[in-house]
């Protein structure tokens, strides 16, 4: 079953027990996923991979909401926005631990020789690219900054 249609059946579900905390991140997630579908040359298909990148995307999204919300003593708006952000991220693959992305970083420098911050954008890219879906970008940067300096 293809993450669209799991959406779908999903939504379809949360209706039925009238759960408005999840039908309301599913129903954003099948809009991003329809606007990937129709953009100009994908042909009405999406790829897995860019399927995931709309997923971080809105995790990502809400994640800044939720800190700006806190910052502004809104806590209720934060809480919020981080119920949403989890039940996308259930869609996500599993995310790994900084010791397992510390490991694939150190793999990539001495792969690559990097030796210095002016490396780091090779190594990051290279990063990104193995552990695509599995990390968030800022979490493979600090790593890569702390692992070069």
Known sequence: ?????QITSDIKAAMLAKDKDKLEPLRAIK???????????????ISAEAEIKAL?????QRKEAAEIYQSQDRNDLAGVELRQAKVIEAYL???????EI????SKIISETKASSMADMGKVIG?????????????V?????????I
Do not use: C, H, W, Y
């Not at 493979?140 to 070069?148: G, Q, R, T």
């Open 126 to 138: 290279a990063a990104m690219k193995e552990l695509s879906g599995q990390t968030d970008g800022k």
């Open 93 to 99: 693959p599993e995310q790994l631990g900084e010791e």
């Open 56 to 60: 971080q995307k809105q995790v990502k």
């Open 102 to 105: 510390k490991a694939v970083i």
């Open 1 to 5: 079953m293809s993450l669209f249609d």
């Open 31 to 45: 809009s991003v996923l329809l606007l990937a579908a129709s953009e100009k040359g994908a042909g009405g298909n």
């Open 140 to 148: 493979v940067s600090s790593l890569v900054k702390e692992m070069l």
